[in-house]
């Protein structure tokens, strides 16, 4: 039987922000409650961080001046599969 494949990113905040108010156990238990509802099944989790020079020189900047209470972070790859 053929199989379907989905990538969902759940983006984190970064800096004093995120981490008062980001919980990354609670997205990802969210994400995959409504993808189970949907038909979807976790197949793998997988972190992501930015490789890209200019995203992350971008990211400390905007930290920089936002003294340091927020930027765009990492976050999770979560890879799904359904039956078709």
Known sequence: MAKKSRVDRIALAG?????LTTNP????E???EE??????RLHQILPHE?????????ALIV??????LYT??????LL????E
Do not use: H, P, Q
């Open 50 to 58: 930015e490789r890209n020079l200019f995203v992350i020189l971008l």
């Open 25 to 28: 156990r609670r997205a990802i």
């Open 15 to 19: 800096g004093l922000i995120g981490m």
């Open 63 to 68: 930290l920089i001046l936002t003294l340091g």
């Open 35 to 40: 993808a189970n509802s949907n038909g979807w």
């Open 72 to 77: 765009f972070g990492g976050g999770y790859l």
């Open 30 to 32: 969210s994400r995959v």
């Open 80 to 83: 799904f599969e359904k039956d």
